[in-house]
């Protein structure tokens, strides 16, 4: 609240002294007021003094038996009883976030996301919760982490580099995904079944995009065992990569549900079988926003 009173007065007015004020009009009188604010009226008109000495001017004449209003006391009425509106709208306001019947959480994810049906589970939370607004940001996962350390993104589902988060955030959920090798149907490899990762020297390779969860997973695997690989094409859709493999023009690395979810042949691995991990991400030990504390809640239970 704004400063009132004399110049140079540093005090500012307090809720309690305006609800004081409006009790005394109200009721019709100080000891009405003191009671029906459950306090002594020594305490009430204490708070109305200060409130009279911060605004400079008095509020009610005292000189009669009953308390009336001076020219300064009518003209507070209207804006003290719209500010303690105001101030009960924003508690209520809060309580309507903190139970949960509105609200805004951000949530990011990596494109490739298979360890959970997003779409299918943010359905469900919106169905449980429908005043929660979420906003769902899918970048790479340098993008997702600085925008989950800014304050920017709520919960971010990450495929991090390393084996361990940044500083500052935590992990709520964690899976391995399987890494499978991904071929046109008329590919000498597609009936394989298996492959190891020496016998795919000549092959040309369709990679996903630099900075992406997936192709650090891809490029880790190659350099662990070796492999020279061949890009023919980099792609930045992951809709677009699984086209470029059905058309020929080289093969992929993919969880296998997204082969899966394609149709294509899937060449599993042998020697070492390659994977990556996927967390779903937050700061601290639990969101403090209500509405990231219950995505969270239902995308565990959901993982769970």
């Known amino acids: 609240m704004g400063t009132g009173g004399r110049?140079?007065?540093?005090r500012t007015m307090e809720m309690r002294q305006l609800r004081h004020f409006m009790a005394v009009v109200t009721e019709g009188g100080f000891t009405a007021a003191a009671r029906?604010?459950?306090i002594v009226q020594s305490a009430l008109s204490a708070s109305i003094r200060n409130l009279?000495?911060?605004l400079g001017a008095e509020l009610f004449d005292r000189t009669g038996r009953r308390v009336v209003l001076t020219e300064a006391g009518r003209a507070l009425v209207p804006r003290a009883r719209a500010l303690l509106a105001g101030a009960e709208d924003a508690r209520h306001a809060v309580a309507a976030v903190a139970g949960l019947a509105t609200g805004r959480v951000a949530i990011g994810t990596i494109q490739t996301l298979t360890c959970v049906d997003l779409p299918a589970e943010l359905a469900a939370f919106h169905r449980?919760?429908?005043g929660i607004q979420v906003s769902v940001r899918d970048a790479p996962v340098a993008e997702l982490t600085e925008a989950?350390?800014?304050?920017?993104l709520d919960l971010a589902y990450l495929a991090p580099d390393a084996r361990r988060l940044p500083e500052g955030l935590t992990a709520y959920a964690t899976w391995h995904e399987e890494l499978v090798l991904i071929t046109a149907p008329g590919h000498r490899l597609a009936g394989a079944g298996r492959t190891l990762v020496k016998d795919l020297a000549e092959e040309p390779f369709v990679d996903f995009r630099a900075g992406t969860?997936?192709?650090?997973?891809v490029r880790r695997l190659a350099a662990h065992?070796?492999?020279e690989r061949r890009i023919t094409c980099d792609v930045t859709q992951i809709g677009l990569l699984v086209d470029l493999v059905r058309a020929g023009i080289?093969?992929?690395f993919v969880p296998r549900r997204i082969g899966e979810r394609a149709g294509l042949p899937c060449v599993r691995i042998r020697q070492p079988e390659p994977g990556r991990t996927v967390v779903l991400a937050g700061r601290g030990s639990r969101p403090r926003n209500p509405a990231a504390a219950a995505l969270v809640d239902h995308l565990t239970d959901a993982a769970a």
């Open 128 to 130: 449980a919760f429908p």
């Open 148 to 152: 989950l350390r800014a304050g920017e």
């Open 225 to 227: 065992c070796g492999l």
């Open 250 to 252: 080289g093969v992929a």
């Open 36 to 38: 029906a604010e459950l």
């Open 7 to 10: 110049p140079g007065d540093n």
């Open 213 to 217: 969860g997936l192709e650090t997973a």
């Open 52 to 54: 009279e000495r911060e």
